[in-house]
């Protein structure tokens, strides 16, 4: 970045708002609170706070503005602070009138604007990446985080290679040398830093032990915030209040080994990516509507696929990259975290110097996405993917009598207990699971749903002998799983 973007500027304090940094805030004694209605009552708590306001979405939480963001208080701390005020003042009350000063505070506190997705909130300031102006931060900024990083000028001769050697050393281990895959990772940190939840994309990232991923993980943690990063499960967004924890984070991950999807956490997860409103159940609180604006990380050994329970839909979200080289001993750096994170201001400076328009850094993991790195990573990782790369569309099938593969066989062995791959394709992908030696885990109809996905409009049905449905594939004649079938049915 050069000189001239890294302009900064002053903030003019705008009259009508005054707030009180946290160290400051102190009760004070008022004999009127113990007979004093909700409202007189949350008006006190207020001016306590200094400057508490209301979010603007259907959750309506409380964010009280410290100085640099508007800090959002969770229902028990503000329930905490009535009771703490209520008690200074000498004030007799029960819970019901600690419930009801919340209640008034979200009723006539006033609401939030928007905040602007081109500022980047750091410790000392905000960037705003549109215009290249570093300036103090501003409570009419409406930011509710900062990604706890002291943004520092730099040169004009500043390079990652000499500024931040220990992150340039990891991208190149990790890009594998290829310039395309190094700026697909550097996109994705762009995405995470600027947290771009609106590109409704999310990162699925795989590989051994050692391979630098977790490092991955990392650097995308600092760049969103430590504090705005929540882990979650598959199972547990699926349950009664799987959800609320994930409000108000940017980055949202993911590190357990779950081989198969559970339907509902492909839709939350498809909601989640797609910015949709959902509805959020929250402990001792009504149900809201509301839209969690992060981007989802995906982190394991073996890549982990929706396909069986997806149709496509979320697929096509998945930005995959695999780390296939595990770091030798000799090279291992148990410091290299710090060291990263000593760099931050550099590789933020190089991220935004690379990726001058947003839409860059989208192109580059479309590209990612779409590229034949990422089909190699489907291939090697999901066995679905695998099984589907067998198969491929016959043009000599007539669909009728027995020219095309059936779905299945009928009656008693719809099992497969004696197995003729070359007609119904259930029986072909049971010895292919057999010689994988991995458990079958999906039914006709999921398999169904990913071949007609896979193949499209190359796929045509037919009616064949006893009105049996047929379709126009084979499986191709190099499958692995074929060896040793000698029946030409």
Not at 333 to 361: C, G, Q, S, Y
């Amino acid at each position: 970045m050069s000189k001239t973007e890294q302009k900064t500027a002053t903030v003019t304090p705008l009259d009508g708002f005054s707030w009180i940094a946290p160290e400051n805030r102190t009760f004070s004694v008022n004999p009127l609170l113990d007979r004093a209605k909700a409202s007189f009552r949350a008006n006190a708590l207020s001016a306590y706070y200094g400057a508490a306001y209301v979010s603007s979405d259907d959750a309506r939480n409380i964010h009280v503005f410290d100085g640099s963001v508007w800090e959002l208080f969770p229902t028990a701390r503000i329930e905490y602070d009535a009771a703490a005020l209520l008690e200074y003042a000498g004030a007799d009350f029960d819970p019901q009138e600690i419930l009801g000063i919340v209640r008034v505070m979200r009723m006539k506190n006033p609401r939030m604007g928007n905040e602007s997705p081109d500022l980047i909130s750091f410790d000392n300031g905000v960037l705003d990446i549109s215009t290249g102006v570093f300036r103090p931060h501003s409570p009419f900024d409406w930011l509710t985080t900062k990604n706890g990083v002291v943004w520092v000028p730099g040169s004009d001769d500043e390079t990652l290679e000499t500024h931040a050697p220990s992150f340039n050393k990891w991208l190149v281990h990790a890009s594998r040398g290829d310039k395309t895959r190094a700026t697909a990772i550097m996109a994705a940190f762009y995405m995470v830093l600027t947290c771009r939840h609106d590109w409704e994309m999310y990162l699925s990232v795989s590989g051994p032990g050692g391979s630098g991923k977790s490092t991955m993980q990392r650097v995308c943690t600092m760049l969103a915030g430590e504090h705005n990063t929540s882990a979650f499960s598959l199972t547990g967004i699926c349950g009664d209040f799987g959800l609320e924890h994930l409000m108000g984070k940017r980055f949202l991950v993911n590190s357990e080994s779950e081989s198969k999807w559970p339907a509902r956490a492909v839709s939350l997860v498809k909601a989640i990516t797609g910015g949709d409103l959902l509805p959020v159940n929250r402990k001792g609180e009504k149900v809201v509507s509301a839209t969690l604006k992060a981007i989802m990380m995906f982190v394991g050994n073996v890549a982990r696929s929706a396909d069986e329970n997806d149709n496509g839909g979320l697929a096509r979200r998945e930005i995959p990259f695999h780390f296939p080289d595990v770091v030798a001993d000799a090279d291992k750096d148990t410091a290299l975290t710090e060291k990263i994170r000593a760099e931050l201001p550099v590789i933020i400076r190089r991220l935004l110097a690379r990726f001058p328009e947003a839409n860059m850094a989208k192109a580059a993991l479309l590209k990612q996405r779409d590229g034949a790195d990422a089909k190699a990573i489907k291939l090697e990782c999901s066995p679905l993917e695998r099984f589907l790369s067998s198969l491929e569309i016959d043009p000599l099938a007539t669909l009728t009598g027995s020219g095309g593969m059936q779905w299945n066989d009928t009656g008693l062995n719809s099992a497969g207990t004696v197995r003729y791959e070359r007609r119904f394709v259930m029986h072909a992908y049971l010895s292919f699971c057999g010689y994988e030696g991995i458990k079958p885990s999906m039914t006709k109809s999921e398999l169904v749903r990913a071949i007609k996905f896979r193949f499209g409009s190359a796929l045509k049905t037919g009616k064949g002998a006893k009105n049996r449905t047929l379709v126009n594939l084979r499986v191709r004649e190099d499958a692995e799983y074929l060896a040793g079938v000698t029946d030409a049915e």
